[in-house]
């Protein structure tokens, strides 16, 4: 079993920016893409960035930047001139395959969550 755990949410104001951290703990073998995910209420889970363990990268959001990983199991997600509506719940996710994907049906491991508030 695989667990991960978010950090860095919180409020900020327009133009602000977060870092958020996922850590990965348990069977070091069975993951090799993490990534991040949001999801607004009454809305659908989107996919907003995510890697591989050879660090490539693939981006449903392309304002914000993915890093880490590579064995470490530990991803990042830099937030730059936030925004409203970037206001969700962020979620960090890993699976057991190589190539990266945005879709959350492919997904295995999901961790709580933090929650990212942006004000006007």
């Known amino acids: 079993q695989v667990q991960l755990v978010e950090s860095g949410g919180g409020s900020v104001q327009a133009g602000g920016s977060l870092r958020l951290s996922c850590a990965a703990s348990g069977n070091a073998y069975s993951t090799y893409c993490m990534g991040w995910f949001r999801q607004i209420p009454g809305k659908e889970r989107e996919g907003v960035a995510n890697?591989?363990?050879?660090g490539i990268t693939k981006y449903g959001d392309p304002r914000f930047t993915i890093s880490g990983g590579r064995a470490q199991k530990t991803v990042y997600l830099q937030m730059n001139a936030l925004k409203p509506e970037d206001t969700a719940m962020y979620s960090c996710a890993a699976m057991g395959r190589l190539w990266p994907s945005l879709d959350p049906a492919d997904y295995t491991y999901w961790g709580q969550g933090t929650q990212v508030t942006v004000s006007s």
């Open positions: 890697i591989n363990n050879d």
